[in-house]
């Protein structure tokens, strides 16, 4: 029996909501996936933080299992592995609903616009078309037929269609690997103990202060150093101008020196906890911020020095 175009209509408006529905919560998944993944990297950190300060305190270890009897890692891990299982709920939902989806409504769509194009075929064929004497849904049938298969290639269907649902254990798996990699790198991969006290010196209030005046110093003189270097050049002095390079490349040395430790400090978690809790974080931060846009101007001048010839 043949169906009206309002059959088709009826038909395609259902099986473009309930593909909308789907692509939406594709979306939200994503969305959910990412900020929940962002939360387990943090807590993946903060375990890597805590095993360097038992490290520290003398416990040794290379894998997460030699650190989990310790009572904070545990209540990390545990808090780790309940965002884990609540990707695996998000997972599952998000699985369930586009394989019904699928089956129901994508097989759907394709089933209908077999049948529409069977019946714009067959009403093309009778006589009363090749006449224009009727058929007056001929010409919005074409046209549905025209937007579903616009349909096909829209981000909405497209989305549903092509998606391949994660699994729990990719997720899992990805946990186990950076807890991993946050053990073995907490001493071997980052700042030595050394290092790392070398560089909480150098930003505890007093030497901050000494820094900060060092560098100052310096970029006046690498500022003067370039002016006097034009001079040089001007006067074809080859002698003084080969002076000031030496004396500006040692300036820029020593800035960059000091511009190098807030630069692994900001990058080395350890540091940077200990920055967190520090009643001088915001003098730290402003003095970081001064220091490497200083030393990334200096730089530029000190090189244009360099080039300078007689």
């Not at 807890?179 to 050394?194: I, S, W």
Request: hydrophobic share 40%; proline share 1%; charged share 30%.
């Amino acid at each position: 029996m043949a169906k009206k175009i309002e059959e088709f209509q009826k038909g395609f408006a259902e099986v473009e909501k309930a593909v909308a529905a789907c692509h939406e919560a594709i979306k939200n998944n994503e969305r959910f996936i990412g900020q929940t993944s962002g939360v387990i990297d943090e807590g993946i950190n903060a375990v890597g933080l805590e095993v360097q300060r038992l490290k520290d305190k003398g416990q040794s270890g290379t894998t997460i299992a030699d650190f989990d009897k310790d009572p904070d890692v545990k209540k990390m891990l545990a808090s780790i592995d309940q965002y884990v299982q609540s990707i695996g709920k998000e997972l599952k939902r998000v699985a369930d609903l586009h394989a019904a989806t699928k089956s129901k409504h994508v097989k759907a769509f394709w089933a209908l616009k077999k049948d529409l194009e069977a019946e714009i075929k067959a009403r093309k064929k009778e006589v009363s078309t090749k006449l224009n004497l009727g058929n007056k849904s001929l010409p919005d049938m074409e046209k549905l037929l025209d937007r579903m298969g616009k349909y096909v290639d829209s981000a909405v269907f497209v989305g549903v269609d092509a998606f391949v649902p994660e699994t729990l254990d990719e997720h899992r798996r990805r946990v186990t690997q950076g807890l991993k990699q946050t053990v073995a790198q907490t001493k071997a991969a980052k700042l030595t103990a050394e290092q790392q006290l070398l560089d909480e010196q150098a930003l505890n209030e007093r030497n901050l202060a000494k820094n900060l005046g060092i560098v100052k110093s310096q970029a006046q003189a690498i500022a003067k150093g370039s002016q006097d270097a034009a001079k040089a050049v001007a006067a074809k002095d080859a002698k003084a101008l080969q002076t000031i390079k030496t004396e500006v490349a040692a300036a820029a040395k020593q800035v960059a020196s000091i511009a190098s430790i807030f630069e692994r400090a900001f990058k080395d978690d350890w540091i940077k906890s200990k920055i967190r809790d520090s009643k001088a974080k915001g003098k730290i931060e402003s003095t970081a911020k001064f220091i490497t846009e200083a030393n990334a101007k200096l730089k530029v001048m000190a090189a244009k020095v360099q080039a300078m010839k007689v």
